[in-house]
């Protein structure tokens, strides 16, 4: 244990971005009894978390200020980089000896040059990516990619451990984004095979119903069975992960894929279909719409019956 770790009652959080994740992750670290200061772009999450016994913050700047430890959890590398590095931001506060984690999923490359720039102001940084949904967040249960020096994920371990049930140091600057684009290319393809499994059975005359009962049980069994194909069967997708996100992720995943020289023709075609939901207005559903897209390329029952 490191002498300078950071601890509750002690440690002061900025946390910027409280979105489906964000929200609910700053309230853990409330509840395990850190000092939070909040910001976000619209107002809403910041009065319920005030109310809750969180500081307000007008900009990612005065969030930084008044903190040892600031956490970002955004959409994008363009909102990562303003947020950080803008106006206002949270380079322009956040003092020497100070860390900087982002927990939002962007691209190894943008990481690394923010940890470079941020180093030249003596601020540390490391990225921490997460996997485990708005369940996970809210349940402190998230699986945590983390990317950094060592001595700094050792300070910043007991923050984490109140996020996350599983925390990895995966390796240096941008290797917990690497290992989130991992993640994604596993989850896209997988929710992408459940939503062509179930549109098979139900356009065979079969119970859609009972093949995923019976599959959660066998080698085909997943989580994303359950949930996503839970979720493709009632048609409800609500977020969950938006759509738009996942889209965005895989795009990340292709870049470094490119890079690496590794072809990824699976992902590759599910980020077309992910693109498609986006351009009919399903950008916001969870991305077990990927079942949406499969069921139009079936086509419409008039047109099945005059094959
Ligand atoms: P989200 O619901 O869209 O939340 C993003 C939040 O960031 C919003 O509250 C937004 O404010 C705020 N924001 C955006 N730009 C800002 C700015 N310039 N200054 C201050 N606040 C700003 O997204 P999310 O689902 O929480 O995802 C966040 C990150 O986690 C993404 O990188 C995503 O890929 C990753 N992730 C998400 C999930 C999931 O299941 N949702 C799972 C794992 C990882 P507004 O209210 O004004 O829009």
């Known amino acids: 244990m490191s002498a300078v770790e950071y601890s509750p009652g002690e440690t002061r959080i900025g946390f910027v971005g ?13 509840a395990a009894g850190f ?28 969030a930084a200020a008044a903190a040892d430890v600031v956490i970002v959890m955004l959409p994008d590398a363009a909102d990562v980089r303003a947020v950080v590095l803008g106006e206002n931001g949270v380079a322009t506060a956040l003092r020497e000896g100070g860390l900087l984690i982002d927990m939002s999923t962007i691209s190894a490359g943008v990481t690394r040059e923010l940890a470079e720039t941020l180093e030249r102001q003596g601020v540390r940084m490391l990225d921490a990516p997460v996997s485990g949904g708005q369940q996970g967040a809210v349940d402190a249960a998230l699986t945590i990619m983390v990317g950094g020096r060592e001595p700094d994920f050792e300070r910043a371990r007991p923050i984490l451990s109140m996020l996350g049930a599983k925390v990895t140091l995966i390796g240096e600057c941008g290797a917990g984004q690497v290992a989130k684009a991992c993640n994604q290319v596993i989850v896209a393809g997988t ?11 139900r356009h065979s005359g079969v ?25 493709m069967l009632d048609d409800t997708f ?26 990824l023709s699976t992902t590759a075609l599910v980020r077309q279909f992910l693109g498609s939901l986006i351009a009919t207005g399903d ?11 499969v069921e139009r390329l079936s086509g419409s029952d008039e047109a099945r019956e005059s094959r």
């Open 18 to 30: 409280l979105g489906i994740m964000g929200e609910p992750m700053a309230r853990n670290l409330m």
């Open 35 to 62: 000092d939070v200061t909040v910001h976000n772009r619209s107002r809403e999450a910041v009065d319920r978390l005030v109310t809750a016994g969180a500081k307000p913050a007008g900009s990612p700047a005065a």
């Open 191 to 201: 929710i992408q095979a459940v939503a062509e499994a179930l549109t098979l059975a």
């Open 207 to 231: 119970d859609p119903e009972h093949v995923r009962d019976a599959l959660l049980g066998g080698l085909a069994g997943s989580k994303i069975l359950e949930v996503h194909g839970r979720r």
């Open 238 to 263: 609500e977020p969950g992960f938006k759509t738009r996100l996942h889209h965005k992720d895989l795009g990340i995943a292709l870049e470094a894929a490119t890079e690496a020289g590794v072809p």
């Open 283 to 293: 950008g916001d559903a969870d991305h077990a719409a990927l079942a949406r897209v």
